[in-house]
């Protein structure tokens, strides 16, 4: 079993829909969880962290669920600048310093 | 601030030549670590660096690679001799810390294709 698992997608909305991505992780050490967002033939470009009590930003919510071992990340009244992939990342303690594993990542497509 | 910075941008190579990648950190950033992405597979950690340090080399994937950091600032990578399945994307990132919620800052990449 990977260590962190999304559904790659892609997951086609059209605009102003709200869609939701999860994430699951399998080590129950994980410490810390945040959400990236690539655009295509891009970097990875950190979108937000994942706060125990969850957290918002505009349009993006972000949950973590240690019970289940998954994060989420919700977009809201989608726009097709949204289109992009979007990759979890979970960090875990090794060693004093922290070890990032990302997953494969879930691909948005916005459609007018 | 300037972002993290990575030379070449792309990088075409007949296999069983050298390739030396270069990734400038962002000024003040200790921790500096490599990233392949072969694809459609997962971004894959190469290895982490602290400072000058090798904090943990356990992803790379054989001794055809070899980074370096030397004075703890810009590092190399550099894949010799180069093969087939070494075609894919090389990330660069740096952050701050090194405990606690590590929040990483990619470059750009470099796209490598190995002929």
Redesign the interface.
């Known amino acids: 079993r990977?260590e962190?698992e999304q559904d790659p997608g892609p997951f086609n909305v059209p605009e102003g829909a709200t869609v939701a991505f999860n994430c699951t992780y399998s080590n129950s050490a994980s410490?810390?969880f945040?959400w990236y967002r690539q655009d295509c033939?891009?970097?990875?470009?950190?979108l937000m962290?994942v706060y125990s009590s969850g957290n918002e930003d505009g349009r993006f919510t972000a949950q973590l669920n240690r019970a289940s071992q998954y994060i989420s990340l919700l977009i809201r009244d989608s726009k097709l600048s949204d289109s992009a992939t979007y990759?979890c990342?979970v960090?875990r303690?090794?060693?004093?310093?922290?070890?990032?594993?990302?997953?494969?990542?879930t691909k948005l497509q916005v459609i007018p | 601030e300037a972002g993290v910075t990575q030379f070449p941008s792309h990088s075409v190579i007949e296999k069983g030549q050298t390739v030396t990648l270069r990734c400038d950190p962002i000024s003040g950033h200790d921790n500096l670590y490599w990233y392949r992405r072969v694809m459609g597979k997962e971004i894959k950690f190469l290895l982490h660096f602290v400072k000058e340090s090798k904090q943990d080399e356990s992803g790379m994937p054989n001794n055809r690679f070899l980074a370096e950091r030397t004075g703890g600032t810009y590092s190399t990578l550099k894949v010799q001799p180069a093969e087939l399945e070494d075609s894919g994307v090389y990330f660069c990132a740096s952050s701050r810390y090194q405990t606690g919620a590590v929040e990483q800052y990619f470059g750009p990449g470099t796209r490598l294709t190995v002929t």
């Open positions: 990977k962190v410490q810390s945040f033939r891009k970097e990875p470009k950190l962290s990759l990342a960090n303690d090794s060693g004093g310093y922290q070890k990032v594993t990302f997953g494969t990542g």
